[in-house]
């Protein structure tokens, strides 16, 4: 029989055949293969780190399975004499996504072990730690794709000289195009770096938004504000603007009430009042620092009142809100039962 259907013979139906079940079996590896080598790279770094075998296995894992199916299908594509005509050009594609799939192993690899030295800094030794890591890894992310793209080019016989020629013509067009992401870019590098604000903290942008940081990106720094939104603030804006990171050194704050009292009233009674009522909320309240002594201040005379502020330290920006709530209704109360006006 000459033919069989789609222009191919029976005898090439059944290479084609025989390739498929090549790649079928290959799949079927490259899961045991995934098995064998969390075993092997366990065995090789159980000495010294137990958790680091997890780092690589993980990194490895979906390169792994490229690899073998890559091998396989290529394997299989050769064995199919009807594309013997085209066999250099697919022993191109061959070697080339070879090459894209080992880049792309490298720079998993190597970002896994970055991650995991900077979160030991006794075993990196003080050369790399969780602030400077982000900018390293990006950085050597950015040369691995680079040098792995270039190779490939190469190898699917692309030139890269007019590439590079017109990188440096269309160079300066590009710079100004991404201005915006780069300002981003460098500014979170900056803000990591300097660990002037780190994940977890709890900050205020001047004139903008404030919550607990709960990411920051490469383009923009997300914050979970006290309504539990997520707010996104461009990391340019974030690293232009003052802001008060809460979280910084003595992480407790002030929970203040503000009020105002008539002029007739008994400054000194009220003090020994508001005092009293502040340390019964510092002592009993879980929110609050128990090593901080309450404070009654006036503050100003105002058109019909004398303004008084009573402060009490809480453990930290999350619980000042909760302090301040409960601090409100004891001084409310208090005054309410001596009979002290408020206003």
């Not at 594309?83 to 490298?106: I, K, N, S």
């Amino acid at each position: 029989m000459d033919g069989f259907g789609f222009g191919l013979t029976s005898a090439e139906w059944g290479e084609t055949a025989v390739a498929l079940g090549l790649v079928l079996l290959a799949a079927a590896a490259a899961r045991l293969l995934t098995m064998a080598l969390r075993w092997g790279v366990h065995r090789v770094t159980r000495a010294a780190h137990r958790d680091l075998d997890e780092a690589l296995a993980g990194a490895l894992r979906g390169p792994v399975v490229l690899l073998v199916f890559a091998q396989a299908l290529f394997m299989a594509l050769r064995t199919l004499s009807y594309l013997e005509p085209h066999r250099a050009r697919v022993d191109q594609v061959w070697v080339a996504a070879t090459v894209a799939v080992v880049t792309f192993a490298a720079q998993r690899v190597v970002s896994r072990l970055l991650t995991w030295y900077a979160a030991r800094p006794s075993v990196a030794g003080g050369r790399l730690d969780s602030r400077s890591a982000p900018l390293v890894r990006r950085a050597a992310g950015v040369v691995i794709v680079l040098a792995g793209a270039i190779i490939v080019l190469d190898t699917l016989g692309i030139q890269i000289s007019p590439l590079l020629a017109g990188l440096g013509i269309g160079g300066l067009a590009v710079a100004l195009a991404l201005q915006p992401l780069l300002a981003n870019l460098f500014a979170s590098s900056y803000m990591l770096s300097d660990a002037s604000v780190r994940v977890g903290d709890q900050i205020e942008v001047a004139g903008g938004p404030s919550g607990r940081v709960e990411d920051i990106g490469w383009r923009a720094t997300r914050l979970r504000n006290a309504d539990n939104n997520i707010v996104i603030v461009p990391n340019s804006l974030l690293a232009g603007s003052v802001v008060t990171n809460y979280s910084a050194g003595d992480p407790t704050m002030d929970a203040r009430v503000e009020l105002g009292l008539p002029y007739a009233v008994d400054l000194a009674r009220v003090v020994e009042l508001l005092t009293a009522e502040a340390r019964r909320v510092r002592d009993e309240e879980p929110g609050a620092a128990p090593a901080g002594e309450p404070m009654v201040r006036f503050t100003r005379f105002a058109d019909s009142n004398i303004e008084v502020t009573v402060r009490v330290r809480a453990r930290s920006f999350a619980d000042a809100a909760a302090l301040r709530h409960v601090l409100m209704q004891r001084v409310h109360a208090r005054l309410v039962a001596e009979g002290v006006a408020i206003r």
